[in-house]
């Protein structure tokens, strides 16, 4: 229960900015109060001049109205450690507003109590990027803030889509763990009289990659991923929903065209975007890369790839999945998390560390006591 008069006024100027219509019963609840009490607080609101309107009906309903002189940064404990929390992360994925931040967050901290700020002051975060993600640049906030006015104003959308090429000199944020060179490549069945390539250094991009062109389409939502910024959009010259990586877009003229919105491909868009075989990915970027065949549907492998990852599909259960690390040895052991069967395509480096590891791991099962062990679970 809010101890004093004033906190709970000020609480309740809080839940008034946080929706647009409160039920009686339901503020009475949030601030462990009578129906009774909270008429009255209503009323002093109003003797401080703060328009609050009733609607009537059974139970009542309140709103604030417009033009309410509201006071500044009017949040409670839960919602000011949120927004310090948010601030701190937020250049981590958007270029050019790390000294906003700190600004934005200096001037929330110096007019919150003294208690609050302290609260504050004790969750100081420092983002770490994940080594394994390599996540795409930040993007700029023009470019989000054009987009998402594109999307609230449902605007046809215009621009050139770039392709996924790997920087020149690419730099890793962790030290690589570097394997010994396989003495000799391992015959893998059919896929080792496939013709690959001596490395990852000299092998070409894999097909259906992402190419420059122009695109014209409906955007609908933004979704974050991974450290990568994606638009969720219907693709007019293609005919289908498609999850484009916003730091690849470059922006053409504005197109002047409306478009109604289309239902969304799924009822969760998360799931659509992390499910797309071709989110504009690229595994060049690592000092090994593989390729293997796998006998699951390409859509379940690619919802569980990490960072980086090309799926393609091969057929109704069977997909090829590319992936880079910082070791073969590595970067064999990620492919066998999949729960699948393994085809290596190559190249031979690989197949070799998947020798190596099958040694590695036939030596390390013969600590259990014996056939009474209980099964592993894939």
Known sequence: MVETTAARLLLLLSLFQSRREWPGAALAQRLAVSPRTVRRDVERLRALGYPVHVTKGPGGAYRLGAGARLPPLLFDDDQALAIALALQTAPVTVAGIAEAADRALATIRQVLPTPLRHRIDAVRVTAIDNAWDFAAPPVAPDLLLTLGTAIRNHDVLAFAYASATPPADPTPTAPPVTDPPPTEAVSTGAASTQAVSPGPAASGPPPNRPTDAARRVEPHQLAVWSGRWYLLAWDLGRGAWAAFRVDRIALGPATAARFTPRPLPSTDPAAFVTGELDRGDTPDHWPCRGEVLLDAPA???????PGGALVEEVGPNRCRLTLGAWSWTGLAALFGTFGSD???????????????????????????????????RE
């Open 299 to 305: 859509a379940v492998i690619a919802r569980w790839a």
């Open 342 to 376: 393994i085809e290596v395509v190559g190249p031979p480096e690989l197949a070799a560390a998947c020798a190596t590891l099958a040694r590695r791991y036939a030596a390390a099962s013969r600590c259990l006591p014996g056939p009474a062990a209980s099964p592993v």
